[in-house]
């Protein structure tokens, strides 16, 4: 039974897991598709944060933060564009859940460039 309950918690972290990494790519496209306006910094966010905001960035953060906070329990996230104005382009997607349901995060870290 031990074995099993193990199984089964283990199957769900890596569900979760998934989860975040597919979320984490969503938001890098969106970013993509509206290139010139994040590297800007308009798609900056933190965690705790609401996204606000008119246009297409605020629209892509709010979707993707009520995507994080469905799909991953206590879910959210932030996004941080570096060298905003020079040597543009690094982001770094955080995104945190409530894996155990112990309110201690778990955070999954991508870093990519636009």
């Known amino acids: 039974a031990g074995l099993q309950a193990a199984s089964l918690k283990n199957a769900n972290t890596a569900y979760l897991r998934s989860q975040a990494t597919m979320l984490s790519h969503d ?5 993509r598709v509206n290139r010139t306006v994040a590297l800007s910094g308009s798609y900056n966010i933190a965690i705790g944060s ?39 382009g690094n982001v770094q997607i955080t995104i945190q859940w409530d894996d155990d349901g112990d ?7 991508m870093q990519t460039h636009l």
């Not at 938001?27 to 970013?31: A, L, S, Y």
């Open 27 to 31: 938001i890098v496209e969106r970013m």
């Open 50 to 88: 609401t996204a606000g905001g008119s246009g297409i960035a605020g629209n892509d953060l709010s979707e993707w933060k009520r995507n994080l906070s469905q799909s991953l329990p206590a879910g959210d996230g932030a996004v941080a564009v570096t060298g905003v104005g020079g040597a543009q």
């Open 103 to 109: 309110g201690t995060p778990t955070s999954f870290i």
